[in-house]
Protein backbone atom coordinates (compact mmCIF):
# COMPACT_ATOMS: atom_id res chain seq x y z
CA UNK A 1 0.00 0.00 0.00
CA UNK A 2 1.15 3.49 -0.37
CA UNK A 3 1.03 6.63 1.37
CA UNK A 4 0.63 10.27 0.36
CA UNK A 5 2.49 13.45 1.31
CA UNK A 6 0.95 16.56 0.32
CA UNK A 7 2.96 19.49 0.57
CA UNK A 8 0.38 22.31 0.46
CA UNK A 9 2.76 25.83 -0.25
CA UNK A 10 -0.17 28.47 0.95
CA UNK A 11 -1.22 30.96 -1.69
CA UNK A 12 1.66 29.80 -4.54
CA UNK A 13 0.15 30.39 -7.77
CA UNK A 14 1.83 30.30 -11.23
CA UNK A 15 -0.16 32.61 -13.01
CA UNK A 16 -3.78 34.15 -13.75
CA UNK A 17 -6.55 31.83 -14.50
CA UNK A 18 -8.95 32.21 -17.63
CA UNK A 19 -11.86 33.82 -15.41
CA UNK A 20 -9.17 36.04 -13.35
CA UNK A 21 -11.11 39.24 -14.81
CA UNK A 22 -13.96 38.72 -13.13
CA UNK A 23 -12.15 38.54 -9.79
CA UNK A 24 -9.95 41.80 -10.67
CA UNK A 25 -6.42 39.70 -10.83
CA UNK A 26 -6.44 39.86 -14.76
CA UNK A 27 -2.32 39.58 -15.17
CA UNK A 28 -1.70 38.55 -11.40
CA UNK A 29 0.92 35.96 -11.22
CA UNK A 30 2.77 34.61 -8.04
CA UNK A 31 5.26 32.83 -8.87
CA UNK A 32 6.22 34.72 -12.23
CA UNK A 33 6.31 38.44 -10.51
CA UNK A 34 8.21 37.19 -7.53
CA UNK A 35 10.90 35.21 -9.96
CA UNK A 36 11.04 38.53 -12.24
CA UNK A 37 11.58 40.80 -9.11
CA UNK A 38 14.88 38.28 -8.04
CA UNK A 39 16.23 39.09 -11.69
CA UNK A 40 16.03 42.81 -11.43
CA UNK A 41 16.12 43.71 -7.87
CA UNK A 42 17.95 40.60 -5.71
CA UNK A 43 21.28 40.88 -5.91
CA UNK A 44 24.29 39.17 -4.35
CA UNK A 45 27.32 40.42 -2.63
CA UNK A 46 29.30 41.43 -5.72
CA UNK A 47 26.25 44.07 -7.08
CA UNK A 48 24.89 41.30 -9.52
CA UNK A 49 21.56 40.28 -10.24
CA UNK A 50 20.50 36.56 -8.31
CA UNK A 51 17.45 35.17 -9.48
CA UNK A 52 15.19 33.02 -7.53
CA UNK A 53 16.90 29.66 -7.42
CA UNK A 54 14.57 26.50 -6.88
CA UNK A 55 16.28 23.47 -7.94
CA UNK A 56 14.18 20.75 -6.70
CA UNK A 57 10.77 22.17 -7.92
CA UNK A 58 12.62 22.84 -11.21
CA UNK A 59 13.74 19.55 -11.73
CA UNK A 60 10.21 18.52 -10.67
CA UNK A 61 9.05 20.36 -13.87
CA UNK A 62 7.80 23.90 -11.85
CA UNK A 63 9.16 25.95 -14.56
CA UNK A 64 7.94 23.92 -17.53
CA UNK A 65 4.16 23.94 -15.79
CA UNK A 66 4.84 27.87 -14.62
CA UNK A 67 5.35 29.10 -18.26
CA UNK A 68 2.45 26.73 -19.95
CA UNK A 69 0.06 28.31 -17.08
CA UNK A 70 1.50 31.42 -17.63
CA UNK A 71 1.17 31.68 -21.42
CA UNK A 72 5.31 32.98 -21.26
CA UNK A 73 8.48 31.62 -20.66
CA UNK A 74 9.69 31.91 -16.97
CA UNK A 75 13.19 31.62 -16.09
CA UNK A 76 13.74 29.62 -13.34
CA UNK A 77 18.21 28.16 -12.97
CA UNK A 78 18.71 24.75 -12.77
CA UNK A 79 16.04 22.76 -14.61
CA UNK A 80 15.53 19.36 -16.61
CA UNK A 81 18.39 20.21 -19.06
CA UNK A 82 16.54 17.52 -21.49
CA UNK A 83 13.14 18.86 -20.89
CA UNK A 84 11.58 15.76 -19.13
CA UNK A 85 10.84 16.38 -15.20
CA UNK A 86 11.53 13.61 -12.37
CA UNK A 87 8.24 13.58 -12.03
CA UNK A 88 4.56 14.06 -13.40
CA UNK A 89 4.08 17.64 -13.62
CA UNK A 90 1.03 19.89 -14.52
CA UNK A 91 -1.29 22.89 -13.54
CA UNK A 92 -4.99 22.99 -11.99
CA UNK A 93 -7.45 25.76 -12.42
CA UNK A 94 -10.05 26.18 -9.78
CA UNK A 95 -14.07 25.74 -10.73
CA UNK A 96 -14.88 26.97 -7.32
CA UNK A 97 -16.94 30.39 -6.63
CA UNK A 98 -14.15 32.14 -4.56
CA UNK A 99 -10.64 32.16 -4.07
CA UNK A 100 -10.43 32.01 -0.18
CA UNK A 101 -8.56 28.99 1.49
CA UNK A 102 -11.75 26.79 2.23
CA UNK A 103 -12.54 26.96 -1.25
CA UNK A 104 -9.10 25.78 -2.86
CA UNK A 105 -8.05 23.22 -0.10
CA UNK A 106 -11.47 21.51 0.04
CA UNK A 107 -11.75 21.28 -4.04
CA UNK A 108 -8.02 20.11 -4.10
CA UNK A 109 -9.98 16.83 -1.85
CA UNK A 110 -12.65 16.69 -3.89
CA UNK A 111 -15.24 19.31 -2.60
CA UNK A 112 -15.68 22.33 -5.49
CA UNK A 113 -17.56 24.93 -3.60
CA UNK A 114 -20.17 25.65 -5.70
CA UNK A 115 -22.51 27.96 -3.75
CA UNK A 116 -21.31 31.83 -2.54
CA UNK A 117 -19.94 32.39 0.63
CA UNK A 118 -21.10 35.61 2.27
CA UNK A 119 -18.75 38.15 2.73
CA UNK A 120 -18.46 41.47 4.80
CA UNK A 121 -18.33 43.58 2.01
CA UNK A 122 -17.93 47.67 3.27
CA UNK A 123 -14.43 48.61 4.18
CA UNK A 124 -15.67 50.84 7.36
CA UNK A 125 -18.29 49.70 9.54
CA UNK A 126 -18.64 46.12 7.67
CA UNK A 127 -20.51 44.06 10.23
CA UNK A 128 -24.49 44.45 10.65
CA UNK A 129 -25.15 46.14 14.02
CA UNK A 130 -27.38 43.07 15.30
CA UNK A 131 -24.31 40.70 15.26
CA UNK A 132 -21.83 43.38 17.01
CA UNK A 133 -24.45 43.87 19.57
CA UNK A 134 -25.08 40.24 19.86
CA UNK A 135 -20.86 39.55 20.36
CA UNK A 136 -20.45 42.21 23.18
CA UNK A 137 -23.81 40.88 24.75
CA UNK A 138 -22.78 36.98 24.80
CA UNK A 139 -18.93 38.32 25.06
CA UNK A 140 -19.95 40.30 28.07
CA UNK A 141 -17.37 42.98 26.97
CA UNK A 142 -17.19 46.33 26.84
CA UNK A 143 -17.40 46.91 23.10
CA UNK A 144 -15.01 46.67 20.23
CA UNK A 145 -12.41 48.18 18.09
CA UNK A 146 -12.13 47.91 14.31
CA UNK A 147 -15.12 46.58 12.81
CA UNK A 148 -13.55 47.12 9.02
CA UNK A 149 -11.60 45.50 6.42
CA UNK A 150 -7.85 45.72 7.75
CA UNK A 151 -4.57 43.80 7.58
CA UNK A 152 -4.20 41.76 10.72
CA UNK A 153 -0.42 43.39 11.33
CA UNK A 154 -1.49 46.73 10.59
CA UNK A 155 -4.95 46.82 12.61
CA UNK A 156 -2.73 45.98 15.38
CA UNK A 157 -0.42 48.57 15.22
CA UNK A 158 -3.46 51.00 14.82
CA UNK A 159 -5.70 49.97 17.65
CA UNK A 160 -3.54 47.50 20.06
CA UNK A 161 -2.67 50.07 22.53
CA UNK A 162 -6.33 50.96 22.90
CA UNK A 163 -7.16 47.26 22.91
CA UNK A 164 -5.14 46.54 25.86
CA UNK A 165 -6.12 49.93 27.78
CA UNK A 166 -9.87 49.18 27.14
CA UNK A 167 -10.34 45.30 27.38
CA UNK A 168 -12.13 45.81 23.94
CA UNK A 169 -11.08 43.25 21.27
CA UNK A 170 -10.38 43.87 18.09
CA UNK A 171 -12.88 42.82 15.01
CA UNK A 172 -12.31 42.46 11.72
CA UNK A 173 -12.08 41.35 8.18
CA UNK A 174 -10.73 40.96 4.68
CA UNK A 175 -12.09 40.06 1.35
CA UNK A 176 -12.36 36.42 2.31
CA UNK A 177 -15.37 35.04 3.79
CA UNK A 178 -13.99 35.61 6.90
CA UNK A 179 -14.90 37.60 10.86
CA UNK A 180 -11.40 37.91 12.28
CA UNK A 181 -10.62 38.88 15.99
CA UNK A 182 -7.13 39.85 17.56
CA UNK A 183 -6.55 39.90 21.19
CA UNK A 184 -3.40 40.33 23.54
CA UNK A 185 -2.69 37.15 24.69
CA UNK A 186 -1.68 38.71 28.23
CA UNK A 187 -4.21 41.55 28.90
CA UNK A 188 -7.32 39.98 27.34
CA UNK A 189 -5.98 36.41 27.59
CA UNK A 190 -5.72 33.29 25.13
CA UNK A 191 -8.83 30.85 26.00
CA UNK A 192 -11.33 33.77 26.65
CA UNK A 193 -10.21 34.87 23.06
CA UNK A 194 -11.53 31.29 22.08
CA UNK A 195 -14.31 31.64 23.66
CA UNK A 196 -15.46 34.29 22.32
CA UNK A 197 -14.40 33.14 18.40
CA UNK A 198 -16.67 29.94 19.33
CA UNK A 199 -19.87 32.52 20.14
CA UNK A 200 -18.51 34.61 17.17
CA UNK A 201 -18.81 31.41 15.11
CA UNK A 202 -22.29 30.33 15.92
CA UNK A 203 -23.14 34.27 15.43
CA UNK A 204 -21.97 34.10 11.77
CA UNK A 205 -23.85 30.93 10.53
CA UNK A 206 -27.12 32.64 9.24
CA UNK A 207 -24.54 35.23 7.00
CA UNK A 208 -22.37 32.08 5.38
CA UNK A 209 -19.30 32.84 6.67
CA UNK A 210 -16.61 30.39 6.09
CA UNK A 211 -14.73 31.16 9.27
CA UNK A 212 -13.57 33.14 12.27
CA UNK A 213 -10.25 33.56 13.58
CA UNK A 214 -8.97 33.86 16.54
CA UNK A 215 -5.64 36.44 16.27
CA UNK A 216 -3.84 36.30 19.38
CA UNK A 217 -0.82 38.97 19.59
CA UNK A 218 1.53 39.69 22.17
CA UNK A 219 4.09 43.05 22.82
CA UNK A 220 3.81 46.63 24.67
CA UNK A 221 3.50 48.90 21.94
CA UNK A 222 2.56 49.60 18.11
CA UNK A 223 6.90 48.74 17.69
CA UNK A 224 7.21 45.31 18.93
CA UNK A 225 3.33 43.97 18.99
CA UNK A 226 3.19 40.62 17.18
CA UNK A 227 0.67 37.81 16.31
CA UNK A 228 1.98 34.52 18.37
CA UNK A 229 1.18 30.86 17.06
CA UNK A 230 -1.50 30.34 18.74
CA UNK A 231 -4.11 31.71 16.05
CA UNK A 232 -6.88 29.14 15.95
CA UNK A 233 -9.44 29.36 13.20
CA UNK A 234 -12.77 27.97 13.16
CA UNK A 235 -14.10 26.87 9.92
CA UNK A 236 -17.62 25.47 8.67
CA UNK A 237 -17.17 21.75 7.80
CA UNK A 238 -17.20 20.58 3.83
CA UNK A 239 -20.56 20.18 2.75
CA UNK A 240 -19.44 16.52 0.81
CA UNK A 241 -16.71 14.11 1.68
CA UNK A 242 -13.31 15.05 1.18
CA UNK A 243 -10.79 12.53 0.46
CA UNK A 244 -9.75 12.65 4.39
CA UNK A 245 -13.39 11.39 4.82
CA UNK A 246 -13.05 8.68 2.79
CA UNK A 247 -9.47 7.49 4.19
CA UNK A 248 -10.34 7.25 7.20
CA UNK A 249 -13.64 5.44 6.93
CA UNK A 250 -11.43 2.58 5.37
CA UNK A 251 -9.12 2.44 8.82
CA UNK A 252 -6.74 4.80 7.08
CA UNK A 253 -4.79 7.63 8.84
CA UNK A 254 -4.54 11.47 8.10
CA UNK A 255 -2.04 13.43 9.75
CA UNK A 256 -2.79 16.70 9.79
CA UNK A 257 0.48 19.38 10.34
CA UNK A 258 -0.18 23.13 10.42
CA UNK A 259 -3.61 24.98 9.93
CA UNK A 260 -5.26 21.79 8.13
CA UNK A 261 -7.46 20.34 11.01
CA UNK A 262 -8.62 23.83 11.02
CA UNK A 263 -9.60 24.18 7.56
CA UNK A 264 -11.40 21.23 7.51
CA UNK A 265 -12.67 21.60 10.79
CA UNK A 266 -11.02 18.95 12.67
CA UNK A 267 -13.10 16.14 10.52
CA UNK A 268 -11.26 12.80 8.90
CA UNK A 269 -8.11 13.79 10.64
CA UNK A 270 -6.68 11.11 13.07
CA UNK A 271 -3.56 13.05 14.39
CA UNK A 272 -2.73 16.79 14.45
CA UNK A 273 0.74 18.18 14.70
CA UNK A 274 0.45 21.82 15.54
CA UNK A 275 3.27 24.09 14.17
CA UNK A 276 3.84 27.58 12.94
CA UNK A 277 7.27 29.05 11.52
CA UNK A 278 8.29 27.10 8.33
CA UNK A 279 11.10 25.23 9.54
CA UNK A 280 9.15 23.83 12.70
CA UNK A 281 5.94 22.99 10.13
CA UNK A 282 8.51 21.30 8.06
CA UNK A 283 10.15 19.19 11.35
CA UNK A 284 6.72 17.90 12.17
CA UNK A 285 6.18 16.59 8.39
CA UNK A 286 8.98 14.57 8.76
CA UNK A 287 7.85 13.57 11.84
CA UNK A 288 4.74 12.31 10.22
CA UNK A 289 6.36 10.81 7.45
CA UNK A 290 8.40 8.82 10.12
CA UNK A 291 4.99 7.74 12.08
CA UNK A 292 2.56 7.13 9.28
CA UNK A 293 1.65 3.78 7.97
CA UNK A 294 0.45 2.75 4.56
CA UNK A 295 -2.61 4.11 3.96
CA UNK A 296 -2.18 7.56 5.11
CA UNK A 297 -2.27 10.85 4.16
CA UNK A 298 0.28 13.71 5.07
CA UNK A 299 -0.94 17.12 4.54
CA UNK A 300 1.02 19.99 5.72
CA UNK A 301 0.19 23.74 4.72
CA UNK A 302 3.06 25.71 5.11
CA UNK A 303 0.65 28.98 5.73
CA UNK A 304 3.79 31.57 5.90
CA UNK A 305 3.70 32.11 2.27
CA UNK A 306 0.40 33.42 1.92
CA UNK A 307 0.23 35.04 5.72
CA UNK A 308 3.63 36.63 6.25
CA UNK A 309 4.66 37.23 2.79
CA UNK A 310 1.82 37.21 0.17
CA UNK A 311 -0.96 39.39 2.37
CA UNK A 312 2.31 41.88 3.30
CA UNK A 313 3.36 41.87 0.01
CA UNK A 314 6.43 40.95 1.06
CA UNK A 315 8.24 39.79 -2.75
CA UNK A 316 12.19 39.50 -1.03
CA UNK A 317 10.29 37.50 1.80
CA UNK A 318 8.20 35.59 -0.02
CA UNK A 319 11.08 34.56 -2.46
CA UNK A 320 13.35 33.33 0.39
CA UNK A 321 10.61 31.29 2.23
CA UNK A 322 10.26 29.55 -1.20
CA UNK A 323 14.26 28.78 -1.60
CA UNK A 324 14.09 27.42 2.29
CA UNK A 325 11.49 24.62 1.53
CA UNK A 326 12.67 24.23 -1.76
CA UNK A 327 16.03 22.92 -0.24
CA UNK A 328 14.71 21.04 2.55
CA UNK A 329 12.50 18.58 -0.07
CA UNK A 330 15.62 16.56 -0.46
CA UNK A 331 15.09 15.25 2.73
CA UNK A 332 11.50 14.41 2.29
CA UNK A 333 12.75 12.34 -0.94
CA UNK A 334 15.23 10.39 1.16
CA UNK A 335 12.11 9.44 3.96
CA UNK A 336 9.56 8.23 1.29
CA UNK A 337 8.94 4.26 0.67
CA UNK A 338 9.05 2.83 -2.24
CA UNK A 339 5.51 3.27 -3.44
CA UNK A 340 4.64 6.69 -1.41
CA UNK A 341 3.55 9.46 -3.52
CA UNK A 342 4.47 13.12 -3.33
CA UNK A 343 2.72 16.13 -4.28
CA UNK A 344 3.67 19.78 -3.76
CA UNK A 345 0.77 22.41 -4.81
CA UNK A 346 -0.73 25.32 -3.85
CA UNK A 347 -4.33 26.16 -2.99
CA UNK A 348 -4.69 30.13 -4.43
CA UNK A 349 -2.77 32.84 -5.36
CA UNK A 350 -1.36 35.93 -3.19
CA UNK A 351 1.05 38.14 -5.53
CA UNK A 352 2.70 39.95 -3.80
CA UNK A 353 3.70 42.60 -6.31
CA UNK A 354 0.03 42.76 -6.79
CA UNK A 355 -2.79 45.81 -5.70
CA UNK A 356 -4.39 45.69 -2.64
CA UNK A 357 -3.68 42.32 -0.06
CA UNK A 358 -6.08 40.16 -0.94
CA UNK A 359 -5.39 36.27 -2.71
CA UNK A 360 -5.26 36.33 -6.39
CA UNK A 361 -7.45 33.64 -8.67
CA UNK A 362 -4.72 32.02 -10.17
CA UNK A 363 -3.42 28.29 -11.77
CA UNK A 364 -1.83 25.97 -9.15
CA UNK A 365 0.92 23.68 -9.56
CA UNK A 366 0.44 20.03 -9.45
CA UNK A 367 4.24 18.62 -9.18
CA UNK A 368 3.80 14.51 -8.46
CA UNK A 369 7.03 12.79 -7.33
CA UNK A 370 8.04 9.30 -5.85
CA UNK A 371 9.68 6.35 -7.32
CA UNK A 372 7.19 4.55 -8.72
CA UNK A 373 5.82 8.34 -10.63
CA UNK A 374 5.91 7.99 -14.09
CA UNK A 375 7.85 11.01 -15.21
CA UNK A 376 5.35 13.25 -17.68
CA UNK A 377 3.85 16.73 -18.34
CA UNK A 378 0.32 16.10 -17.97
CA UNK A 379 -2.56 17.77 -19.38
CA UNK A 380 -4.03 20.97 -17.72
CA UNK A 381 -6.70 20.14 -14.98
CA UNK A 382 -10.00 21.38 -15.60
CA UNK A 383 -10.60 21.40 -11.29
CA UNK A 384 -8.29 21.28 -8.45
CA UNK A 385 -10.64 18.14 -7.59
CA UNK A 386 -8.51 16.25 -10.41
CA UNK A 387 -5.89 16.33 -7.81
CA UNK A 388 -7.82 14.72 -4.98
CA UNK A 389 -9.10 11.92 -7.45
CA UNK A 390 -5.82 10.68 -8.61
CA UNK A 391 -4.29 10.66 -4.94
CA UNK A 392 -7.70 8.56 -4.38
CA UNK A 393 -6.33 6.62 -7.02
CA UNK A 394 -3.18 5.56 -5.29
CA UNK A 395 -4.66 5.12 -2.01
CA UNK A 396 -7.80 2.79 -4.04
CA UNK A 397 -10.05 4.80 -3.37
CA UNK A 398 -12.89 7.31 -5.55
CA UNK A 399 -14.39 10.65 -4.70
CA UNK A 400 -17.27 11.94 -5.92
CA UNK A 401 -15.69 14.67 -8.13
CA UNK A 402 -12.83 15.17 -10.09
CA UNK A 403 -10.81 13.08 -13.33
CA UNK A 404 -7.89 11.00 -11.82
CA UNK A 405 -5.03 10.84 -14.27
CA UNK A 406 -2.51 8.09 -14.40
CA UNK A 407 1.18 9.19 -12.83
CA UNK A 408 2.43 5.75 -11.42
CA UNK A 409 4.11 3.46 -13.98
CA UNK A 410 1.76 0.48 -13.22
CA UNK A 411 -1.18 1.77 -13.02
CA UNK A 412 -2.75 1.30 -9.80
Given amino acids: ??????????????????????????????????????????????????????????????????????????????????????????FASPISRGKDTLSGHWEIMGVPVEFEWGYFTDKEKSFPKELIDSLIVKGNLPGVLGEKRASGTEIIKELGVEHCKTGKPIVYTSADSVLQIAAHEEYFGLERLYDLCKTAFELVRPYRIARVIARPFRGEGPEDFVRTGNRHDYAVPAVGKTLLDFIVEKGGEVHAIGKIADIFAHRGITKHYPATGLANLFAQTMSAVSAAEDNSLIFTNFVDFDSSFGHRRDVAGYAAALEQVDNLLPAVFAAMGESDVGLITADHGCDPTWQGSDHTRENIPVLFFGKQVKPQILKPMETFSDIGQTLAEVLGLKLNHGKAVKILFQEV
Fill in 1 to 90: MSRVIVLLLDSFGIGYTEDAERFGDYGADTLGHIAEWCETERKNEKGEPRPLFLPNMNKLGLGIVAANSRRRPLRLPLGPEDGVPAGACG
